[in-house]
């Protein structure tokens, strides 16, 4: 498949999140599902800064096949007052090995696991209305009590 739309990636920020401990709500039809409340955090990149305000979730199921299906609801607060809404969906999974070595909270290099989602945002109008306007993915890096997520526009 060609690249004839001439797609490229251009790095918009990275959010370092506190994370509370994984909460497991039960088995369902479609898996084990849980919640990882968001606690606080700080986003940085070269057009927006600002912190990741507490009282955000995400919502997680691990399915059968072991893949952890993600949709994370969170608010941004830019350093000059603006809110941004972020609804995040993705995918995490790996070897079941290293799969457990996340769950028991052990550091675990990203490269040993795929960790991506597609975010969306809502952004009021002016300096941040960029957010509105473009598409997104993000990877992701997740620690015991953290999560490092790299967004990218996709140009």
Not at 10 to 17: D, E, L, N, R, T
Not at 19 to 28: D, E, I, S, Y
Not at 73 to 95: C, E, F, K, M, W
Not at 101 to 128: I, K, M, N, Q
Request: proline share 6%; aromatic share 10%.
């Amino acid at each position: 498949m060609t690249n004839s739309g001439g797609i490229k990636l251009a790095f918009a920020f990275s959010v370092i999140g506190e994370l509370a401990p994984t909460v497991v709500l039960g088995t369902g039809p479609h898996g084990i599902r849980r919640m990882v409340p968001i606690l606080s955090g700080t986003f940085t990149g070269p057009q927006i800064r600002g912190t990741l305000m507490p009282g955000g979730i995400d919502w997680q199921i691990v399915r059968p096949d072991g893949i952890t299906e993600i949709e994370a609801h969170y608010s941004l607060q830019t350093d000059d007052g603006a809110l941004i809404r972020v609804i995040n969906r993705g995918y995490r999974h790996g070897p079941a090995e290293v799969m457990q070595r996340l769950t028991v909270g052990e550091a675990v290099d990203p490269a040993e696991y795929y960790f991506r989602a597609a975010p969306s945002f809502e952004a009021p109008e002016g300096r941040y209305d960029w957010l509105n306007r473009y598409l997104f993915i993000s990877t992701g890096e997740r620690r015991s009590k953290a999560v490092t997520l790299n967004f990218y526009q996709v140009l």
